[in-house]
């Protein structure tokens, strides 16, 4: 058996957690393996909403276990603040025994939040936008080898070792910022929420993800954030401090490459980002901010309103690469039903030349985008269940884009809801 993997193309936000929710029955185990609370997965189905940022998307199936992977940074508090909503909502975790979480996944402690908000505010109007929950100090810390695990917290000292790296936090703070906040309340829900999460089953990933493998069962990793976050090769420094390619999933849970199956990459029919970075096809204008309005483009964590542009098939392509990519999801496609024309963007102007790839240096010099007209399908989708209610024009855009991209579309999603989504192939 394989782990096959889910992720997203663009700059996040692509709709995986609803599609990790469509595609759970089918699996026997959802493994997040990167990221943490800055990202919000959305799931909607019976007429109920849910928001996820550190648990997996597939916590509403009977028969699916959930793993928080050793590659995810875990903020106790946001994760017991998701774990007692569950719980309020019917969903008692604890009870169900259906999410267990690694050991080597580091934690957030309330300080990496101050160091992350006070980076942010001396970088000015050159900060990153980052979501302010602590990810970049965190991972920081865990290649800097001071980090601290979820197993740390059963050890005997615990409280001496977190007491160290906090002050070596307020030292940081002190010396290259100049104040420090008053985190005194969030320590003391940081150690409540480090207690619920003891209750968990904690375990080793690899093992537990292999042991799976080799009893035949199915494995699903849910990638967060999007290819174009991604520390290597997304647009950096405007990008996340974790890799959300498939490579991601390896490390992030311990399976070896040949144990990868089936990679879907997920992407909108569009395309958004949230924080700072290039955006070549930003529409930075009043049809960007259709786009917005129609699409509820604000910030599931951050409730940021989301930049939004036109679909950006160099960065598909680029992403398609580097992931493995063998099917694809789009979703979103409902959104674009109230334009007449839409737009894909097939190369780039870039120092007086056609390029079809990410430049090296686009974070500094302009990528302008080429644009190809395409004809709006102007048709409602969100109530279609059946291949044959696909508008010609609809078909016609999918067609292109599976030519262009060299990977079909699986899956398409009409709307929101669990039910919203058509299997195409
Ligand atoms: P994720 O981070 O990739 O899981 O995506 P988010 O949940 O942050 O953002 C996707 C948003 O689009 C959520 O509000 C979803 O409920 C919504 N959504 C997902 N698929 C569709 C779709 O096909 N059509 C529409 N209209 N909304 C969708
Ligand atoms: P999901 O999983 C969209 C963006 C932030 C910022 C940059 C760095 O919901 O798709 P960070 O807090 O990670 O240091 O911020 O990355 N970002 C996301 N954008 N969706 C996400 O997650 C994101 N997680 C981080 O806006 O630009
Ligand atoms: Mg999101």
Redo the contacts with the bound molecule.
């Keep these: 058996m394989a782990v096959d993997v889910l992720l997203?193309l663009q700059w996040?936000?692509?709709?995986?957690?609803?599609?990790?929710d469509v595609l759970s029955a089918g699996y026997d185990l959802i493994a997040r393996f990167q990221g943490g609370p800055n990202?919000?997965?959305?799931?909607?189905f019976d007429g109920k909403?849910f928001?996820l940022n550190t648990i997996p998307?597939g916590i509403f199936f009977e028969n699916t276990m959930n793993l928080i992977g050793n590659g995810v940074v875990i903020d106790p508090i946001t994760l017991k603040k998701e774990i007692d909503k569950l719980k309020d909502a019917g969903h008692d975790l604890l009870a169900k025994k259906n999410l267990v979480i690694a050991k080597k996944a580091h934690l957030i402690l309330p300080t990496h939040q101050l160091l992350d908000a006070a980076s942010e505010k001396k970088m000015g109007d050159g900060k990153i936008g980052s979501t302010l929950k602590g990810i970049g100090p965190t991972y920081m810390d865990k290649t800097g080898r001071n980090g601290l695990r979820v197993g740390d917290t059963a050890m005997p000292d615990f409280k001496e070792r977190y007491q160290k790296l906090v002050d070596k936090h307020v030292s940081m703070l002190t010396a290259l910022y100049g104040e420090v906040a008053d985190f005194s309340e969030r320590e003391q829900a940081f150690f409540e929420a480090v207690e619920l999460i003891n209750k968990f089953q904690l375990v080793d990933s690899e093992h537990f993800v292999n042991d799976y493998l080799k009893q035949g069962k199915k494995v699903l990793a849910e990638g967060?954030q999007?290819t174009m976050l991604d520390i290597d090769f997304g647009s950096y420094p405007f990008v996340t401090s974790s890799n959300t390619t498939t490579a991601g999933a390896c490390t992030g849970l311990g399976v070896a490459p040949n144990k990868i199956g089936e990679v879907i990459g997920?992407f909108k029919a569009y395309c958004t980002r949230v924080g700072s970075g290039p955006f070549p096809t930003e529409l930075d204008n009043e049809t960007g901010e259709e786009l917005r309005r129609i699409?509820?483009e604000f910030?599931?964590?951050t409730g940021r309103p989301r930049r939004t542009g036109w679909i950006d098939l160099p960065a598909l392509k680029y992403a398609i690469m580097l992931n493995g990519v063998t099917q694809m999801v789009m979703?979103?496609?409902?959104?674009l039903s109230g334009f007449d024309k839409i737009y894909a963007c097939t190369h780039y102007t870039y120092l007086g030349q056609q390029i079809d790839y990410m430049p090296y240096d686009i974070c500094c010099v302009e990528a302008k985008p080429v644009l190809k007209e395409i004809e709006g399908w102007n048709e409602d989708l969100?109530g279609i269940t059946e291949l044959s209610q696909i508008p010609a024009k609809l078909q016609w855009y999918i067609d292109y884009l599976e030519k262009e991209l060299g990977v079909p579309i699986k899956y398409l999603?009409?709307?929101?809801d669990r039910k919203?989504?058509l299997v195409l192939h």
């Design positions: 997203g996040g936000d692509e709709g995986k957690g609803k599609i990790v990202a919000g997965h959305t799931l909607e909403k928001v998307s967060a999007g997920i699409g509820h910030g599931a964590t979703t979103k496609a409902d959104v969100t999603s009409v709307g929101p919203q989504t």
